[in-house]
């Protein structure tokens, strides 16, 4: 109705048709702004505020992109408490994955913690919590892992772990409008508070004000709103006051807002940060030159602090009272006066043999029901921990349109000794509904030398079913046809295999791997018929090397452990097996693979990921199977970042065991705004766009070429794909993968 009176007064007041059209561009300049503004219930008062002028924003990007370096590293004292409250919940809270328990009744939560955290330029954060003081039972839960909202500086393009882009930089003007709101007047000069708004709804864009210093144009308080995930937070932060601190945040508020199923929980969070140690990039120090010297510095060390030690962990609360640097309010002691009081009532508590008897069969139900929803982490000092996510879970299912629907579930035993050496147990199971086969693997492996990633390992399972390379004299003789495998003889092979292997780091960024690789494969449907033309039992003994070489690998040394960050250049792969005949039915063949792979960050928010490689097959007298390691059909989904960037989704998956020799090249290309830039309610829910290419060379396939589109939400990630082979499209569909708390 408003619109529509705005309209008529325009059409009844001006005859003239430029004035006409000059109203109707404001009243489409202010429909853009108001779905934006409306959750701030004031749009009109938006409208009307001046557009700050060109100068100015200059003058801020051009200072910020100097103080976004300026930051070398820091060392602080951080404090943190929070008060949760349980606006509403239901049954269904206790069923998600990473959430935490809620006791029966209590809807009010404290929880506070006192932690050294570390920064070294330009991304590198590291949190040493010294002390823990809360009310909840268990303090896993997602609400109090914040730290990604305290990796913050305002003046790099993108901010809070390259989640959202910053208002503050130059590159990032495009996505956001900005308005003058006011101008104080101050002895040391002007403070603009500046609204910026986002031009679209997006989960990497805020929204909020920005007060800035005329005088050096550094930011002095800034609040903003955001969504990211299932998380609605606000923040407040005021910039440090003394020389050093001003380009650093000091004090902090933060509300995060937790709705999901008709749950809602809000943590309300005030943080304080003391500066001990704070280092600048001088003025005559060339940022270039700095860059490169930190690149051919591959040692770390210096950048990360040791993991805390929980048994020296200060968790008693009158320990705590005595470092807590911000006192409590009495509402906040009255929550931990009944959270002590409750403890004590339970400890207090008698029950007759009978009812305790009773209680305990109940319990043990409880506790079957709790490990099929529940992810859980127990942790035992003296034997490990053990680690697994929900058995009744959704997140662990897959479709894709050439495997169907696919289920996985794996378990973590972990065991950490004293001098670093670690054992390491995955028990794997998983089942696919479209082809109706059960997997499963146990993958191990024990540390003895973890300075220079010296271990043991052991995998064993049950792999894809497979035929043999006589199936590839049959490909031999359509040379010319298109290939159908339905109209094939394909005799398949059940196959169970065991790798034993030793690793071993010879230099920085080079390692070893050599073992042994069995497969003993059967007869899928054994039949006389089938007797007659192959063997029904074929097994392989093959040694097996592999070289893994990271140029300028870049490490940190904890504790007797040397731990790999990264490097600014590919994985190059070679992977060499021969087969021997040293066991009954066993056969001679030689298999090599060359890859080389990498993950690039472009700028900001974009990155490209690739993988190419090939491989092929020597000595091949007696019959082999055709099956590669790098180049394969995977039965179980691994992860939409592990799978769907590196592999083809619409190749028939007989393909991948029907050519002596392969070249393969995939790549990913990752970004937040693509084609759905100027769809703003769409971008309001999706983080990501992505586009796929693969090209494949093997005989037959000359190429086989994929394309594909996919989004990623919080909640999933989709893709749609096109296959072509030789020069015609021959097939087409999508995949889905539940990443709800998965990231």
């Not at 004031?42 to 700050?52: C, E, Q, S, T």
């Not at 990039?281 to 805390?308: F, G």
């Not at 035992?380 to 879970?393: A, D, H, L, Q």
């Not at 494949?696 to 990623?712: A, D, R, S, T, V």
Request: charged letters at 25%.
């Amino acid at each position: 109705m408003c619109i529509c009176y705005i309209f008529a007064l325009i059409m009844r007041k001006y005859k003239s048709y430029i004035r006409y059209i000059c109203h109707i561009w404001v009243l489409l300049l202010w429909l853009t702004i108001a779905p934006t503004e409306t959750a701030k219930g004031n749009p009109a008062v938006i409208l009307f505020k001046p557009y700050i002028t060109d100068s100015i924003l200059d003058n801020i990007f051009k200072q910020a992109e100097i103080y976004a370096t300026k930051v070398q590293g820091f060392n602080a004292d951080l404090y943190l408490k929070g008060n949760m409250h349980i606006h509403k919940r239901n049954r269904i809270i206790k069923y998600l994955p990473s959430m935490f328990r809620l006791e029966k009744g209590v809807n009010e939560y404290v929880y506070e913690s006192l932690s050294e955290l570390q920064f070294t330029y330009p991304r590198i954060y590291d949190r040493k919590i010294r002390a823990i003081a809360s009310t909840f039972p268990g303090g896993n839960g997602r609400f109090f892992d914040v730290i990604d909202f305290l990796k913050f500086n305002i003046y790099n393009p993108s901010v809070m772990e390259d989640k959202v882009l910053s208002p503050l930089n130059k590159s990032n003007r495009i996505h956001y409008t900005y308005l003058l709101d006011s101008i104080a007047y101050r002895q040391n000069g002007q403070i603009f508070k500046i609204r910026f708004i986002p031009r679209y709804h997006s989960t990497q864009l805020l929204d909020g004000s920005f007060w800035i210093a005329e005088k050096d144009w550094s930011l002095r308080y800034i609040e903003f709103e955001g969504k990211y995930d299932l998380i609605k937070f606000k923040v407040d932060m005021k910039m440090g006051t003394a020389d050093k601190e001003k380009l650093l945040p000091q004090f902090f508020n933060l509300n995060l807002n937790f709705s999901f199923l008709k749950n809602h929980l809000e943590m309300n969070y005030t943080g304080w940060m003391k500066y001990k140690d704070i280092i600048l990039l001088k003025n005559d120090e060339s940022l270039l030159e700095k860059e490169k010297a930190e690149k051919k510095r591959l040692n770390l060390s210096n950048s990360y602090v040791l993991t805390c030690d929980t048994s020296r962990m200060v968790q008693h609360r009158d320990s705590f009272n005595r470092i807590r640097p911000l006192p409590l309010t009495d509402y906040e002691e009255k929550l931990y006066t009944d959270f002590y009081n409750r403890k004590q009532n339970n400890l207090l508590d008698s029950i007759p043999f009978t009812e305790t008897k009773r209680k305990k069969s109940w319990t043990y139900i409880g506790q079957v029901g709790d490990a099929l929803i529940s992810s859980y982490d127990i942790d035992m000092s003296k034997i490990g921990s053990v680690t697994c996510s929900p058995i009744i879970n959704p997140l662990l299912i897959s479709y894709s349109h050439r495997k169907g629907f696919s289920y996985r579930q794996e378990f973590k035993y972990n065991k950490l000794f004293h001098d670093g050496k670690l054992l390491h147990i995955v028990p794997k199971i998983g089942y696919n509904f479209t082809k109706k086969e059960l997997y499963a693997s146990l993958d191990g492996e024990f540390v003895y030398q973890p300075i220079k990633n010296g271990k043991f390992s052991i995998n064993v399972g049950n792999g894809n079913r497979i035929y043999s390379s006589v199936v590839l004299d049959q490909l031999k003789e359509k040379q010319d046809s298109v290939i159908d495998f339905e109209k094939m003889q394909l005799d398949y092979f059940k196959d169970t295999y065991l790798n034993l292997s030793h690793n071993i780091e010879i230099t920085n960024g080079l390692n070893l791997w050599t073992g042994i690789s069995m497969h003993w494969r059967r007869m899928a449907r054994p039949s006389k018929e089938v007797a007659e033309r192959v063997r029904l039992r074929y097994n392989s003994f093959a040694p097996r090397i592999r070289l893994e070489w990271t140029p300028y690998m870049h490490y940190y040394i904890n504790g007797n452990r040397k731990i790999n960050v990264g490097s600014y250049f590919p994985t190059f792969t070679l992977d060499y097996e021969h087969g021997i005949k040293w066991i009954k039915d066993s056969g001679e063949y030689g298999r090599m693979e060359l890859s080389a792979e990498q993950r690039i960050r472009l700028r900001h928010l974009h990155t490209i990921a690739y993988h190419i490689g090939g491989g092929f097959f020597t000595h091949k007298e007696d019959m082999y199977f055709v099956d590669y390691v790098d180049f394969a059909n995977r039965n179980l989904p691994q992860g939409w970042n592990d799978d769907i960037g590196g592999t083809f989704q619409m190749l028939d998956g007989r393909w991948y065991n029907a050519s002596k020799n392969y070249f393969r090249g995939n790549i990913t290309y990752e970004t937040p705004f693509l084609l759905l830039y100027p769809v703003s309610k769409m971008l309001s829910w999706i983080q990501k766009e992505r586009i796929y290419a693969g090209l494949l060379f093997m005989p037959h396939l000359n190429p086989y070429f994929e394309l594909g589109y996919g989004i990623g939400t919080h909640i999933f990630d989709f893709g749609v794909f096109i296959g072509n082979e030789n020069g015609k499209f021959t097939s087409a569909g999508c995949k889905f993968t539940f990443e709800l708390f998965n990231k």
